[in-house]
């Protein structure tokens, strides 16, 4: 279910020649608490996208906060009423008004670790309605690359321009390799075993969608690699992207119609009108050494004006040219995507993020 809804969402955000960094199971999960309180067309709407709507998608919010580490937390901040029903069947989200923006700030702080600060656009006393999705984990590798293995070298971007940029290496089990038609799949194992990174390799012009898309294809599908081999070589640029998206116009291109017009129905959920006015993400990933850092912020908003958005025996594979890196709870959920595009920029170690959002 969000991983079709993920290989959607790429296919309308990914651009083949431009880095992007999203969560895709941060974005489900917001919509998914809005979708508990639809009805009618907007209900519809929302089934289509996420595959739930309704009570099923109240449900489903409900599994996923109980089976998901790190956890998607969320919470609502309104000025407008809303249903002591729909709260009781989503008692995992929070709740409040939306009169002390630090305190909204500061759940942000919590709730990805620390990793970012506020949220990508702050309420207003014209905002009516919020809704946030987020999370944030820092973790260490189970294997960590060694410091002195890493050298510059040649990286190829996805406009020719080339560079020498630092290159991690080690090597990896050859269990942990395989093909999904002609992409390369590399896992990444980390100390909490729930989670794991895969980085995607796909043939020189394949689209990033379907790069991406390979790191959660099921084991019917992929290929192994290194056969006979007594391991893989890799060879890694550390990573660093940050960004922050505005989503409304996306997902009218995945068929919302209703939800973000005045003829949307929340009825479920509040007892006067809200419309998804605005839908911004901020996500990034940074991967080093020792370990990796993933953060996500969405927020859905409404409000009552319209405010402006700002070895021989070793097969080797190298990630010098455009891939991909996706960071998965269990085997199923993508947390975050992201698609190195132009020359990778340095990373820090784990706890050094810039700090600060990115600006609309």
């Known amino acids: ?26 974005l489900w999960q917001g919509l998914a608490v809005m979708a508990a309180g639809a009805r009618a067309e907007t209900a519809d709407e929302l089934r289509e996208l996420l595959g739930v709507a309704g009570p099923v998608a109240a449900e489903a919010v409900r599994e996923l906060a109980v089976r998901c580490e790190p956890a998607l937390a969320a919470a609502v901040w309104s000025r407008k009423p809303m249903r002591e029903d729909f709260r009781a069947r989503l008692p995992h989200v929070g709740y409040g008004g939306l009169d002390d923006a630090a305190a909204i700030d500061a759940w942000v702080h919590g709730a990805t670790s620390g990793l970012v600060e506020r949220l990508p656009l702050a309420p207003d006393p014209d905002t009516s309605f ?26 190829t971007d996805a406009r020719g321009n080339r560079d020498r940029v ?7 089990p050859a269990a942990g390799a395989w093909a999904v038609g002609g992409t390369r799949v590399v896992e990444l194992g980390c100390v909490r075993p729930e989670l794991s990174v895969r980085i995607v390799l796909g043939e020189p012009g394949e689209t990033a969608a379907r790069v991406l898309a390979a790191a959660w294809a099921p084991a019917t599908e992929r290929t192994p690699l290194g056969a006979g081999a007594d391991g893989v070589r890799i060879d890694v640029p550390r990573l660093s992207l940050r960004a922050c998206l505005s ?16 003829l949307a129905d929340f009825s479920r959920m509040f007892e006067e ?8 993400q901020e996500a990034l990933i940074e991967v080093s050494e020792a370990g990796f850092e993933a953060a996500s912020v969405t927020q859905l908003m409404d409000w009552l004006g319209s405010p402006a958005l700002d070895s021989p025996g070793t097969l080797r594979i190298s990630f010098d040219r455009p891939f991909g890196m996706v960071l998965l709870a269990g085997e199923e959920l993508p947390l975050v995507t992201a698609w190195q595009a132009g020359i990778p920029g340095e990373a820090g170690i784990p706890g050094e993020a810039e700090a600060g959002p990115a600006h609309l």
């Open 1 to 26: 279910m969000i991983r079709r809804f993920a290989e959607r969402l790429l296919h309308t955000l990914a651009r083949d020649d431009e880095d992007l960094v999203c969560s895709p199971a941060g």
């Open 130 to 155: 919020l809704l946030v999705s987020a999370f944030g984990v820092r973790e260490a590798w189970a294997t960590p690359f060694e410091d002195e293995d890493t050298e510059y070298r040649p990286f």
């Open 166 to 172: 630092p290159m991690m290496t080690r090597k990896v």
């Open 247 to 262: 989503l409304t116009e996306a997902l009218a291109e995945l068929g919302l119609e209703w939800s973000t017009t005045e």
């Open 273 to 280: 009108p809200v419309v998804l006015r605005a839908v911004l």
